[in-house]
């Protein structure tokens, strides 16, 4: 063939190549999505091969039967057995606990009362730790007294000899109204009517102790000359409460001791412009009880005025000695605390000095122990001997006091240490080894029984 007739290929530009290319992206993409779908149709038909196959219930076998017969079965929380049953179950039970206590709610008084009595029990164990320490201060305070110098040689040292350092005056130019010329009666304490245009004397004065909102009138016996300023002096001060302290071995001399109230029931005496009348008389129940009167005093002027007051009676405790027990005293300081008036107490002796100070320096500190509050008895004795002249002189009464104090915080403190325990009943017989030769004899009603000292001592604390 010729040269000439030879076929030549015409040379590619750049824009074939460039479609060429695109080509074979496309073609590459259409075989890469083939073998997708390839994959995708095997995995599926590999997924149809594989069907889950469920058992078929027993209550559909039965169904299916035609033979199958029909047994009703009782439904009951019992015998659901299955998961939604049992969830079932529970969430009853606990609406049904729910709606218990939506139907019967606590109330709220009832509330209040768990709460109260929840902080009554913390406080009263609170209080009772601050009770027993002042208790326990109080001992401590005997202890080192008697261990040292003994209460006997203090008191005649420190407390005996302590003179009044105020004025007489009254008590001096009303010679004809005391029953005793060397007892004094100071000025700034002594009783004075409300009305000071009344010229008024009488042997009387009132104490007071710091902390302590009760207050006292010690007195003589009154004499057959003053019997009328006495009732005047119970109707100016409001007073409601008498304690007579009087024995009857002083009453049989009726001259210088004169039967100052009515006592006998339903009698009645007049003195002056005061009228007494007596409602009732209570015989004493127990041994070292007193006799209680009831009165109703009538003041007879323009504007009549009536007042009730109550007179309490121990007739067995002789002049000069202490009674013949420490029941005694405590047994009036409970009939003290029953009347919780702010008028002021009458205790009233054969002179006023000295079984009318014993029982107003125990009331007193067992009072100020019962609140709670500290207790040094040399403090209280030269607060009473500043305000009632020669107040418990003798050593007796003193040393009875204290005795009867430790016998009172020794039944109260029920949670005393028991190295304290053993020291009270070593000091208690070393203290009362001073007193115990001179005491009163016994009641002698024989017919009256002798009451425990819890009987006495506790039952105050609920009054």
């Not at 009875?400 to 016998?407: E, F, G, L």
């Amino acid at each position: 063939m010729d040269k000439n007739n030879e076929l030549t290929l015409p040379e590619k530009t750049g824009q074939d190549n460039n479609q060429g290319s695109k080509k074979g992206q496309t073609d590459s993409k259409k075989k890469d999505q083939g073998s997708r779908k390839a994959r995708g149709n095997s995995k599926k038909k590999n997924h149809s091969s594989k069907k889950v196959v469920r058992k078929t219930s027993k209550k559909k076998k039965n169904a299916a039967s035609p033979n199958a017969q029909l047994i009703p079965v009782a439904k009951s929380p019992g015998n659901d057995k299955s998961p939604a049953g049992f969830g079932r179950k529970k969430a009853g039970e606990n609406l049904n606990e729910v709606m218990k206590h939506l139907r019967a709610p606590t109330p709220r008084a009832q509330q209040e009362l768990e709460k109260t009595n929840w902080k009554t029990t913390t406080t009263e164990t609170e209080d009772e730790d601050v009770a027993g320490q002042k208790y326990i201060k109080f001992m401590d305070q005997v202890a080192f007294i008697e261990n040292g110098t003994t209460l006997s040689t203090f008191f005649s040292n420190h407390l005996m000899n302590i003179a009044p350092t105020s004025r007489s005056d009254a008590f001096h130019g009303n010679t004809f109204k005391n029953q005793r010329k060397d007892v004094p009666c100071i000025d700034d304490t002594r009783v004075k009517l409300a009305d000071p245009n009344i010229v008024y004397y009488i042997h009387a004065n009132h104490i007071m102790f710091d902390h302590l909102k009760k207050t006292y009138i010690t007195t003589q016996h009154p004499l057959p000359g003053t019997l009328n300023d006495f009732w005047a002096m119970v109707a100016d001060q409001k007073v409601e409460t008498i304690v007579s302290l009087t024995s009857s071995s002083s009453a049989s001399n009726p001259n210088v001791y004169p039967m100052y109230y009515p006592n006998k029931p339903e009698t009645f005496n007049n003195f002056g412009q005061f009228f007494v009348y007596c409602k009732t008389v209570t015989q004493p129940k127990t041994k070292y009880g007193c006799k209680e009167y009831k009165f109703e005093l009538v003041v007879q002027a323009d504007n009549e005025e009536r007042r009730s007051v109550r007179l309490y009676h121990y007739p067995h405790w002789t002049k000069n000695m202490v009674p013949a027990s420490s029941k005694v005293v405590l047994n009036l300081v409970k009939k003290i605390g029953k009347k919780k008036s702010q008028a002021p107490v009458v205790v009233q002796c054969e002179t006023g000095v000295n079984q009318s100070a014993e029982l107003v320096f125990v009331d007193a500190m067992c009072t100020l122990l019962t609140r709670q509050v500290e207790v040094n008895f040399d403090v209280l004795f030269r607060q009473m001997r500043s305000q009632k002249a020669l107040a418990m002189t003798q050593l007796l009464h003193f040393l009875h006091s204290i005795a009867t104090v430790m016998k009172f915080i020794k039944i109260r403190f029920s949670a005393m240490p028991s190295h304290y325990a053993a020291q009270m009943d070593s000091i208690l017989p070393a203290i009362s080894k001073d007193f115990g030769y001179n005491m009163c004899i016994e009641p002698s009603e024989p017919q009256l029984r002798s009451p425990t000292m819890e009987e006495i001592v506790i039952e105050k604390e609920g009054k």
